[in-house]
């Protein structure tokens, strides 16, 4: 019997199972990424929906370090999914924008590298958006 192959691939990623709701970048730093959730938003959450999703909005034009805005982004989706739920939980939806409120905190209080004047304001209005 021989043994199996290995194989490289140089080229690009190669991905073993499924990757529905999946997005990725390969060597490109300069890639914007957005995405929409078409799901309904629950009863009582339409005002926080419009927040976050505007937030996401002006996400890329705000100055955040790379870093910085992929944590945003990534807090940011994860509000959206727990208030697309049926019947959000509110411990959840309380955990998610605390999450979301602290990728934005180290920007707003100028802790993070490169951050700008621009960013920190943004930041710090955004943070309040949240809070109200």
Same mark, same amino acid.
């Given at each position: ?38 799901? *309904? &938003?629950?009863?009582?959450? @339409?005002?926080? $929906?419009? %927040? =976050?999703?505007?937030? /996401?909005?002006? #996400?890329?034009? !705000? ?17 959206? *999914? &727990?208030?697309?739920?049926? @019947?959000?939980? $509110?411990? %959840? =939806?309380?955990?998610? /924008?605390?999450? #979301?409120?602290? !990728? ?23 943070? @309040?958006?949240?809070?109200?």
């Amino acid at each position: 019997m021989s043994e199996p192959r290995n194989e490289h691939h140089y080229e690009g990623p190669v991905i073993h199972g499924g990757v529905s709701n999946t997005q990725f970048a390969w060597n490109n730093e300069t890639a914007t990424q957005n995405q929409q959730v078409n799901g *309904e &938003v629950a009863a009582g959450y @339409e005002a926080l $929906a419009q %927040r =976050v999703a505007e937030l /996401l909005r002006q #996400l890329p034009e !705000a100055g955040l370090a790379q870093q910085d805005r992929e944590d945003a982004e990534a807090a940011a989706g994860e509000v959206l *999914e &727990v208030i697309t739920q049926p @019947e959000p939980e $509110a411990g %959840r =939806v309380r955990r998610a /924008l605390a999450t #979301l409120r602290g !990728a934005l905190v180290p920007v707003a209080s100028g802790v993070a590298a490169g951050t700008t004047v621009g960013a920190q304001e943004w930041a710090r209005a955004a943070i @309040e958006g949240l809070i109200a």
